[in-house]
């Protein structure tokens, strides 16, 4: 079987591929091979602000490198750069829904980087929103004290989709969390 690489936008989304995604392949459909590759390793590598360059010469790496490998990518169209292929002419057109913007955006980087074994993969939604879905999710998560639980729960509790809660700087998923 193909191994898969998933080029990550950060260390939360690396986490949740080689931790959470690879082991959920391997049990339902016995792929034994998947990776999360943190795309930007800035200074400060925390993610984001992942730029196209960087973004298609990772890619294009790892298609030469790994021959039989299947390449995707996680990152969120949150912040994502304008210098993606087609991003200002796709923002600036009449469509309302954000899920065929990200759509639109998927296939013009299909279109740039055109390789049978490369399938973009933008999450229309910060990948932190995610994480809302459920006070649940947070028992395993290592140091979070009774109080930063409790504020957690409260956000979870006034919002009726966690995608929702992405709403400014100071406030959006990732910012909550740290």
């Known amino acids: 079987m193909n191994p898969i690489y998933v080029l990550c936008e950060g260390k939360t989304e690396?986490?949740?591929?080689?931790?959470?995604?690879?082991e959920y392949l391997y049990n339902?459909?016995?792929?034994?091979?998947?990776?999360?590759?943190?795309?930007?390793?800035?200074k400060n590598a925390k993610g984001g602000s992942l730029s196209y360059s960087r973004y298609k010469n990772e890619v294009q790496d790892l298609l030469k490198r790994?021959?039989?490998?299947?390449?995707?990518?996680?990152?969120?169209?949150?912040?994502?750069?304008?210098?993606?292929?087609?991003y200002t002419a796709i923002q600036s057109t009449n469509i309302q829904d954000k899920?065929?913007?990200?759509?639109?955006?998927?296939?013009?980087i299909a279109r740039d980087i055109k390789h049978k074994r490369f399938l973009p993969y933008i999450q229309l939604h910060e990948f932190e929103a995610l994480?809302?879905?459920?006070?649940?999710?947070?028992?395993?998560?290592?140091g979070l004290d009774?109080?930063?639980?409790?504020?957690?729960?409260?956000?979870?509790?006034?919002?009726h989709n966690p995608e929702y809660i992405n709403d400014g700087q100071d406030t959006h998923p990732s910012a909550r969390l740290s």
Do not use: C, H, W
Not at 14 to 22: A, C, K, P, R, W
Not at 31 to 42: D, K, V
Not at 71 to 86: A, E, G
């Open 146 to 159: 009774l109080k930063k639980k409790k504020q957690i729960e409260k956000i979870i509790t006034s919002y």
């Open 131 to 142: 994480l809302f879905s459920s006070i649940n999710g947070f028992d395993n998560l290592v």
């Open 28 to 42: 339902k459909y016995q792929i034994e091979r998947i990776y999360g590759i943190m795309a930007n390793t800035s």
């Open 14 to 22: 690396q986490n949740f591929v080689n931790q959470i995604l690879g």
């Open 99 to 108: 899920a065929e913007k990200v759509s639109q955006l998927e296939q013009s």
């Open 66 to 86: 790994e021959e039989n490998a299947i390449i995707t990518s996680l990152i969120d169209y949150y912040k994502l750069q304008t210098d993606f292929p087609d």
